[in-house]
């Protein structure tokens, strides 16, 4: 029944790890009558490794998962892996390149070959992380996003939604990334990080006399350029609407100018705006409203193509040095300004994006967002914390249609087959042989992948068999909660809504659990860059998982970015440490007797202390159950820090040595007996409430502690106390808040209130000391008196008295509770003659101290420009220096020293 001396998790962790996946603890199913509870994983990419964001977010789902099972739940989570097509493609491509080749010196099926390799090594990579950090998935139900089921789930749904006329083959402006070859998705650009550019002015000289001065960030985009746009009430240019430009570069090309309300601003520079429908989004408008050419200018790489004459060939930014040089020469350059820009950026790579005329597939969006929106307005699905939910609707209310191909080769292959005899375009859930127009064989498929989000907005739903009707579907969807990170909520979240709500008729989830970004402790964005990134492996080494889990769930407050620290890591270790040596201390003091290790016993036979550590215990099995039920993991946490460190091993182990120990003097053991049975019912509930947060180390002490009952063989699979439900049998105590205040008023106050006297006076820790007590309240004699046994011990006081009269004056620390005075006399405590130094010492800095803050606290410019809550501080620091600075002039003339 003992324990290792040593907190060490590495020699159990794993242990318990294979005892619970043999026992098949988490596989859903067995209890098929029972209410059930489903989620399914965020899959992470195959890209490589965890980072600390997948194990936060995997604690969390942890979290909520062990707590649904230990409620008794058919539960089920969900595990898997995404393919991640263009983030895997580039991270495949980069270690071709270390090796001296390429994808297309491979070719498509060689290429796809090394990917396929490079997925199962991190695949097994990412599933032993899960494992290791605790993640109770039922691992029989792992998916891969390209596994044969899902596939054919993305291409039914392509298929439905290319049947309804929401997916569409066109040629529209898209984002283009130069170096990744593809196009993105408006949600794969960044566009947040300003940059310092210059906005560079040029004229077009009109023919039959006169010019146009037009101004833009991109001069190179001119050798495009088919318009030139001026507001039609814009007197300057009314005149010239209709009229022919010059273009310099392309005197033949037929540029115009036109009169276009929504694109020229009279007020905005010259009023006149150069047009490039091929490579500009608004441009891209304004030609389609007047029937502009459109006429692109760059080849995929980003180099300039034929269609820009003389600078054929030169890379987009040297053309824009080498296109305003031109300009320059040839006497149209008119000037340039500083200007701040915020260029589109893509995701993966940070090349800048070039916006491009483009062939692509499109899903018409607006027709599926109207549900998507309804879902959540109606109470369907809840959102925590409810504020996602204006930036949801925000972003719905104004979507566009989404591009879905990617010029890829990694990922599900588009379902599209083009005739090469007539030109049809057959679209189908499985390969044609014949052109279903003209019956020739000629049929070659698309070679365009998905974008790697249409097939996971189907995973809440593919998982489980979808598009069959599996008996699986019916009974774990919809799912009962989604945990992830806000910054998904276009990419995926609201995706998966809408994909839900078409294919199924269902939502996919009821709850989406939104939490923050891990930052360093300094608040900053971790990046390998930066040189701050955590790898969960490390923290997991040196910390293990528990300390880990706890310490992600502690930071875990609704909704924001957490600071993750060593200390807070370190301190929660410690956390565990202390809790593993409490449980050893009780083990080692069980009797030989099995009869008697754990005893059943009746209200009346609880003393104080028994009766103090159970009422406490009550108080936080509500707060714990609370806190889980709200998602507030930060709480549950504190609660069980609080109770466990505080109440039960300062207080309750600390209070209970002198009884657990069987006597020679003829004392009935009995009452041993229940201390130690009130201390193990109390822990097993304890390590029940804390399990879902730190599944190891309960696990493997609960397994050491005398069992009641062997109906539960693992803790895992136990029944968690709550509010309503109490699943060890310790009395309901009515006077509950009358305990708690009697302990706290009149024992711990007391204690704590002694303890940092002790500590003020540098008391040594191991003499004794004498200590006064007065109480400040009617009966208070009595209550000290009751406990005062038990101050001696905790205070390792020599004497305590318990004195109403006036205090001696003699030198003494003394601190005024609500309740009592408690007074520390120094002599015999302390060197007299040290702490007159010690004190004169501490006296001269505080004076010091106190001029400095007292001249900043005068300083008008301080105290005006200053943050409120700076200046507040400072005035709190001088308010509490001012009391010390009082308490030692008080010590000092009582020990004869002014």
Same mark, same amino acid.
């Given at each position: ?15 318990? #790890? ?9 596989? &859903? ?13 965020? @899959?992470?990419?195959?890209?490589? #490794? ?54 297309? $010196? ?32 039922? %691992? *029989? ?22 049947? $309804? ?17 593809? &196009? ?52 300057r240019y009314r005149a010239m609407i209709g009229r022919r430009v010059l273009h310099p570069f392309f005197p033949e090309r037929d540029v115009r100018v036109v009169g276009d309300a929504e694109l020229a601003d009279p007020e905005t520079g010259t009023g006149a705006v150069k047009v490039t429908p091929a490579h500009d989004p608004n441009d891209f408008a304004c030609g389609l409203r007047h029937g502009l050419e459109q006429i692109s200018i760059f080849e995929p790489d980003g180099a300039v193509n034929a269609a820009g004459g003389p600078f054929r060939g030169l890379n987009r930014f040297e053309a824009r040095k080498r296109v305003k040089q031109a300009l320059e020469e040839r006497g149209l350059a008119r000037g340039t300004q500083a200007h701040t820009l915020t260029p589109g950026r893509c995701q993966r790579c940070r090349t800048i994006v070039e916006p491009t005329i483009s062939t ?37 209310? /104004?979507?566009?249609? %989404? ?13 599209? %087959? ?5 030109? $049809?375009?057959?679209?189908?859930? $499985?390969? @044609? ?13 698309? @070679? ?22 599996? !008996? ?85 407050? *609704?909704?924001?970015?957490? &600071? ?12 565990? /440490?202390?809790?593993? /040596? ?9 009797? +030989? ?11 009346? =036979?609880?003393? !104080? ?5 159970? +009422? ?37 182990? =600390? ?28 822990? !097993?509930? +304890? ?18 502690? @005398?069992?009641?009952?062997?109906a539960e063989p693992f803790l895992a699979a136990s029944s968690i106390p709550t509010a309503e439900r109490q699943p060890l049998p310790l009395p309901i105590l009515d006077d509950r808040t009358e305990l708690i205040a009697s302990f706290d008023d009149w024992l711990i106050g007391p204690v704590n209130a002694a303890r940092g006297l002790r500590a003020a006076a540098g008391v040594e820790p191991a003499r004794k000391v004498t200590l006064r007590l007065r109480p400040r309240q009617p009966g208070g004699a009595r209550m000290l008196e009751r406990y005062r046994d038990r101050i001696e011990i905790l205070v390792r006081a020599e004497q305590v008295i318990i004195d109403e009269g006036p205090v001696p004056d003699e030198p003494a620390l003394r601190q005024v509770l609500e309740t009592v005075e408690v007074v520390l006399p120094l002599s015999g405590a302390v060197d007299l003659a040290k ?15 106190? #001029? ?6 005068? /300083? ?39």
């Amino acid at each position: 029944m003992t324990l290792d001396k040593a907190f060490q998790p590495e020699s159990y962790e794993s242990r318990i #790890a294979e005892k619970w996946e043999h026992a098949g603890l988490f596989r &859903a199913g067995e209890a098929a009558t029972t209410k059930r509870f489903s989620l399914v994983i965020p @899959p992470p990419n195959v890209t490589g #490794a965890l980072h600390i964001g997948h194990a936060f977010d995997m604690t969390l789902q942890d979290i909520v998962v062990r707590w649904n099972r230990m409620l008794g739940h058919d539960t089920l989570w969900v595990p898997g892996t995404d393919h991640a097509g263009i983030a895997t493609q580039m991270v495949v491509e980069k270690r071709l390149r270390e090796q001296g080749t390429s994808r297309h $010196e491979l070719g498509r099926e060689r290429f796809e070959q090394q990917v396929w390799k490079w997925k199962d090594i991190y695949r097994q990579r990412i599933v032993d992380s899960l494992r290791r950090l605790g993640c109770s998935c039922d %691992w *029989s139900r792992e998916r891969f996003t390209l596994d044969p089921g899902l596939s054919r789930a993305v291409r039914e749904t392509f298929v439905r939604l290319y049947d $309804e006329g929401l997916i569409y083959r066109g040629t529209r402006l898209i984002n283009w990334c130069p170096d990744c070859r593809t &196009a993105l998705s408006d949600l794969e650009v960044d566009r947040d990080k300003p940059e310092q550019g210059e906005m560079w002015s040029f004229a077009y000289p009109i023919e039959g006399g006169g010019e146009i001065v037009v101004a833009t960030t991109r001069p190179e985009t001119m050798l495009g350029d088919t318009a030139i746009a001026v507001h039609p009430e814009d007197e300057r240019y009314r005149a010239m609407i209709g009229r022919r430009v010059l273009h310099p570069f392309f005197p033949e090309r037929d540029v115009r100018v036109v009169g276009d309300a929504e694109l020229a601003d009279p007020e905005t520079g010259t009023g006149a705006v150069k047009v490039t429908p091929a490579h500009d989004p608004n441009d891209f408008a304004c030609g389609l409203r007047h029937g502009l050419e459109q006429i692109s200018i760059f080849e995929p790489d980003g180099a300039v193509n034929a269609a820009g004459g003389p600078f054929r060939g030169l890379n987009r930014f040297e053309a824009r040095k080498r296109v305003k040089q031109a300009l320059e020469e040839r006497g149209l350059a008119r000037g340039t300004q500083a200007h701040t820009l915020t260029p589109g950026r893509c995701q993966r790579c940070r090349t800048i994006v070039e916006p491009t005329i483009s062939t692509q597939w499109f899903l018409k969006m607006e027709p599926l967002a109207g549900p998507a929106l309804e879902a959540v307005r109606d109470g369907r699905i809840r959102f925590v914390p409810s504020s996602w939910e204006k930036t949801f609707f925000h972003w719905l209310e /104004n979507i566009q249609d %989404w591009c879905i191909s990617r010029q890829l080769w990694w990922g599900h292959r588009i379902p599209a %087959w083009y005739c090469g005899a007539c030109g $049809e375009v057959i679209v189908s859930r $499985e390969p @044609p042989q014949r052109c279903t127009s003209c019956a020739s064989g000629e049929l070659e498929q698309d @070679p365009d992948v998905l974008d790697t989000w249409f097939s996971s907005q189907l995973w809440p739903f593919s998982v489980f068999g979808w598009p069959d009707k599996t !008996d699986e579907l019916a009974r774990y969807y919809p799912t009962d909660v989604l945990v992830t990170g806000f910054d998904i909520i276009f990419f995926w979240v609201a995706r998966m809504i809408m994909a839900g709500l078409k294919m199924t008729g269902e939502v996919p989830f009821r709850t989406v659990l939104f939490h923050g970004m891990v930052r360093d402790a300094a608040g900053q964005k971790m990046s390998k860059t930066a040189g701050n990134a955590v790898e969960p492996e490390l923290l997991l080494a040196e910390h293990g998982a528990d300390a880990t889990r706890f310490t992600l769930a502690a930071l875990a407050s *609704s909704g924001t970015d957490l &600071a993750l620290s060593e200390q807070r890591l370190t301190g929660y270790r410690a956390f565990m /440490n202390k809790l593993w /040596n409490a449980t050893r201390f009780l083990l080692l003091r069980l009797p +030989a007797d099995d009869g008697r290790q754990r005893v059943t016993y009746e209200a009346d =036979e609880l003393d !104080d202390l028994d009766r103090y550590l159970i +009422a406490r215990y009550l108080e936080t099995v509500e707060g714990v159950d609370r806190a889980y039920h709200e998602f507030r993991f930060d709480q549950a946490a504190e609660l069980l820090y609080h109770f466990l460190w505080h109440t039960y091993c300062d207080w309750s182990i =600390e209070l209970s040595k002198p009884d657990l120990a069987d006597r020679a003097d003829g004392t009935d053991p009995r009452r041993a007996d229940v201390r130690r049975s009130v201390l193990l019912d109390v822990l !097993d509930g +304890a390590l029940r409430l804390l399990h879902p947060i730190a599944p190891f180390i309960t696990e493997e002490l609960w397994q050491h502690l @005398p069992q009641r009952s062997h109906a539960e063989p693992f803790l895992a699979a136990s029944s968690i106390p709550t509010a309503e439900r109490q699943p060890l049998p310790l009395p309901i105590l009515d006077d509950r808040t009358e305990l708690i205040a009697s302990f706290d008023d009149w024992l711990i106050g007391p204690v704590n209130a002694a303890r940092g006297l002790r500590a003020a006076a540098g008391v040594e820790p191991a003499r004794k000391v004498t200590l006064r007590l007065r109480p400040r309240q009617p009966g208070g004699a009595r209550m000290l008196e009751r406990y005062r046994d038990r101050i001696e011990i905790l205070v390792r006081a020599e004497q305590v008295i318990i004195d109403e009269g006036p205090v001696p004056d003699e030198p003494a620390l003394r601190q005024v509770l609500e309740t009592v005075e408690v007074v520390l006399p120094l002599s015999g405590a302390v060197d007299l003659a040290k702490e007159r130094e010690r004190l004169l010492k501490e006296k001269g800095k505080l004076d010091r101290e106190l #001029a400095a803050s007292e001249r900043k606290l005068a /300083n008008a410019k301080f105290v005006s420009r200053a943050p409120a809550e700076v200046v507040a501080k400072e005035r709190e620091r001088l308010a509490a220096g001012r009391g010390r600075l009082e308490e030692i002039e008080r010590l000092l003339a009582q020990l004869g020293t002014g």
